[in-house]
């Protein structure tokens, strides 16, 4: 008897298994040029995998989207319809890296019962997925299934989550080195926010990124059971908050629901992404969430500038040779805008201190008078661009976006966000539209990675999401390396306001942070090739004003650099040990190339330039950088496109060059 009922329970089973098997449906998608395949199974669970000239790059991974009635989308999903489609189109973008950017792939849409329906697209340069949902009313979503498999232990270069906010896990400041480890080696009191990359072997790499991230928490990264290979954890919402964190700045949830997301029925939700390089420096030229995101909803981009910024807060408002008291008065920023103004600069900040940190409409700084700074900077052709708590702006922008447009200040380097929650995504998007509504720029400062919000809201110039140069204040960790890590991970997702230009450079050995009077590690050049490098429209100089007119051959240098480029082209890296990148705008390109510890030589090749000859001004590491690290040497020298050029690096050292054209 008990023989016959093994019997039948083991043909029962695999009855229910083929049964299962033959309502799996199988797709497979490739890109355009054929190099990658997308495997997708859709039935008991839906499943996707993809290969890189054959190679599998992600293993067998499960998606789903869990409803808190209980219902989970991806599970057991029957398909009513799908279809694949070829998508070859332009995009011409704004404040970007590029004028315009080719959007080619194929996508292919499984339509499931239930009124939902799974998006997969293929690029020349990774995949992306998404679900989206066509349901009446609000619905809860208890928690996302994302998985990213590998199939070996590979290194992980991975920016855990480590410095809570009043003690809270996931309000942080979304600044982290990197920790190169093994997937198995993931620690397990963390998590890691995107991008993050992976080491896949035969000189790939894979980066995860999410895109279009609204209205949505964001995700982060938990090593999965497999232990080779990561699934996404995201931050609940929050039902109650207080004040606290730094100097009570920020807004922190004391009280989180079960759930992630309580949001609308009919939406898209966010792109999770995979981007494939086969040579590390493809990395440093990529458009995956540019291209993910959803496009301009503003219909007048005409008053949206971008530029260079004269920056008080990393000096600490040390100006000197002036006949008045230097610090957070009228005079010290009428001499900023003088400064910004005889250099070409669009923009100085006025940095935390003229108003109350949780409220912006009064102005705490007696000796400050904004109307009077606003008014001198417009005559000098300078805006001013205010900084404010995101406590402040989320309680008051109503009342004080109109306000301070009306007195002629261009926009707010917003901070101490801190969170990336539904609420505070949310809010991001909130706040962008309400300040396009007063024609006022953006720039998003204490806050997480960029996933194409500013493609979306263009009057959104700039993110920090980085650990940047303000860290050098207080900081002895290895600058240099993180400098040529960041272009290959970071930089992946967006605009990324490091805040650099120091004009204080020590090597290894005399480093010393100083508060009041900082400086960087690495040379002047890598200071000065950070500014081509560097993707940010909004893009600081971090010293101060007195220091630049002493230094004023690389103010020059640096002034002449853009912030947004018609072209890029990578040329060279490897990620954290050196990077070289190339912009053009107009008819001028800029090159710049960094490079960690090591010294360094290579060779750049300039069949980037064309037809034509051009002249070459340079700012290259002196022959004592490796001494004294603000030593450089410039020179110019004619080059045209057949030219190879071999450079040198001292070490934490850098390279820079102007290149004009000349006939």
Same mark, same amino acid.
């Given at each position: 008897m008990r023989t016959k009922l093994i019997s039948l329970f083991i043909a029962l089973s695999l009855s229910s298994m083929i049964l299962n098997a033959?309502?799996?449906?199988?797709?497979?998608?490739?890109?355009?040029?054929?190099?990658? /395949?997308?495997?997708?199974?859709?039935?008991?669970?839906?499943?996707?995998?993809?290969?890189?000239?054959?190679?599998?790059?992600?293993?067998?991974? /499960?998606?789903?989207?869990?409803?808190?009635?209980?219902?989970?989308?991806?599970?057991?999903a029957k398909i009513s319809s799908s279809k694949t489609e070829k998508v070859d189109q332009v995009i011409t973008t704004i404040n970007y890296k590029k004028a315009k950017i080719s959007d080619l792939y194929n996508q292919l849409t499984v339509n499931c019962k239930g009124d939902y329906r799974l998006v997969f697209r293929v690029y020349n340069d990774g995949v992306a997925y998404r679900f989206s949902t066509k349901r009446k009313g609000e619905i809860i979503i208890k928690n996302e299934e994302a998985n990213f498999n590998f199939t070996s232990d590979y290194k992980a270069f991975v920016p855990y989550m480590w410095d809570y906010r009043a003690g809270q896990k996931f309000n942080h400041s979304f600044e982290a080195l990197y920790k190169e480890i093994n997937i198995s080696k993931f620690a397990t009191d963390s998590l890691a926010f995107l991008p993050l990359l992976v080491d896949v072997g035969n000189g790939k790499k894979a980066v995860i990124l999410e895109a279009d991230l609204e209205d949505y928490p964001g995700m982060y990264l938990n090593m999965n059971q497999t232990k080779k290979g990561f699934m996404g954890v995201y931050p609940q919402y929050p039902l109650e908050t207080k004040q606290g964190g730094y100097q009570n700045m920020n807004v922190i949830p004391t009280k989180r629901a079960e759930y992630i997301a309580k949001t609308t029925g009919t939406r898209n939700f966010p792109w999770r992404a995979v981007?494939?390089?086969?040579?590390?420096?493809?990395?440093?030229?990529? %458009?995956?969430?540019?291209?993910?995101?959803?496009?301009? @909803?503003? /219909?007048?981009?005409?008053?949206?500038?971008?530029?260079?910024?004269? &920056?008080?807060?990393?000096? %600490?408002?040390?100006?000197?040779?002036?006949?008045?008291?230097?610090?957070? $008065?009228?005079?010290?920023y009428k001499y900023y805008i003088d400064f !910004?103004?005889?250099?070409?600069?669009?923009?100085?900040?006025?940095? &935390?201190? &003229?108003?109350?940190?949780? %409220?912006?409409?009064? +102005?705490?700084?007696?000796?400050?008078?904004?109307?009077?700074?606003?008014?001198?900077?417009?005559?000098?052709?300078?805006? +001013?661009?205010?900084?404010?708590?995101?406590?402040?702006?989320s309680h008051e922008m109503d009342e004080a976006f109109p306000k301070y447009s009306k007195m002629g200040v261009k926009g707010f380097k917003i901070d101490f966000v801190d969170r990336d929650d539904q609420i505070a995504v949310a809010s991001l998007y909130e706040i962008a539209k309400k300040a396009a509504e007063y024609k006022l720029i953006v720039d998003y400062h204490g806050v997480f990675k960029p996933t194409g919000l500013q493609r979306t809201y263009p009057n959104v110039v700039g993110y920090e999401g980085v650990k940047g140069l303000e860290n050098y204040k207080?900081?002895?960790?290895?600058?240099?390396?993180?400098?040529?890590?960041?272009?290959?991970? @970071?930089?992946? !997702?967006?605009?990324? %306001?490091?805040?650099?230009?120091?004009? @204080?450079?020590? $090597?290894?050995?005399?480093?010393?942070?100083?508060?009041?009077?900082?400086?960087?590690?690495?040379? @002047?050049?890598?200071?000065?090739?950070?500014?081509?490098?560097?993707?940010?429209?909004?893009?600081?100089?971090?010293?101060n004003p007195t220091t630049y007119m002493k230094e004023q051959e690389c103010t020059d240098f640096i002034a002449k650099i853009p912030t947004t480029t018609d072209e890029t082209v990578a040329l060279d890296g490897k990620v954290g040990e050196f990077a070289a990148i190339a912009r053009k705008k107009g008819e001028t390109w800029f090159v710049g190339a960094m490079t960690n510890w090591t010294p360094r030589e290579i060779t750049l090749d300039f069949s980037f330039l064309g037809s034509g000859n051009y002249q070459a001004i340079i700012i290259k590491d002196g022959i004592n950088a490796d001494r004294d690290a603000t030593d450089y040497k410039r020179e110019i020298i004619k080059i045209t496109s057949g030219d190879k050029v071999k450079i040198q690096m001292a070490p934490g050292g850098g390279w820079a060059a102007r290149i004009e054209k000349l006939y």
């Open positions: 033959q309502k799996s449906k199988i797709f497979e998608l490739k890109s355009p040029d054929a190099k990658i /395949t997308l495997k997708l199974e859709v039935g008991a669970k839906t499943i996707w995998s993809v290969q890189h000239d054959g190679q599998q790059i992600i293993a067998p991974s /499960t998606i789903s989207l869990k409803f808190e009635s209980g219902e989970v989308l991806g599970d057991l981007v494939i390089s086969a040579q590390d420096k493809e990395l440093l030229n990529n %458009d995956m969430v540019q291209k993910l995101a959803s496009p301009s @909803r503003l /219909t007048d981009i005409s008053w949206i500038k971008t530029g260079q910024v004269a &920056w008080d807060w990393w000096s %600490d408002w040390n100006i000197s040779h002036v006949d008045f008291k230097a610090g957070y $008065n009228t005079q010290t !910004a103004a005889a250099n070409k600069l669009p923009f100085i900040v006025m940095d &935390w201190g &003229w108003s109350s940190h949780t %409220d912006i409409l009064k +102005v705490t700084t007696p000796d400050i008078d904004i109307q009077e700074i606003v008014n001198y900077g417009k005559q000098k052709g300078v805006g +001013v661009v205010l900084w404010a708590s995101w406590y402040a702006v207080w900081a002895t960790e290895d600058q240099p390396l993180y400098c040529v890590s960041i272009p290959f991970i @970071r930089m992946m !997702a967006g605009p990324m %306001d490091y805040t650099p230009g120091a004009m @204080r450079n020590s $090597n290894k050995a005399n480093y010393r942070p100083v508060g009041s009077y900082p400086m960087s590690m690495g040379t @002047r050049c890598n200071q000065l090739a950070m500014y081509v490098m560097y993707e940010a429209p909004f893009q600081m100089l971090s010293d």
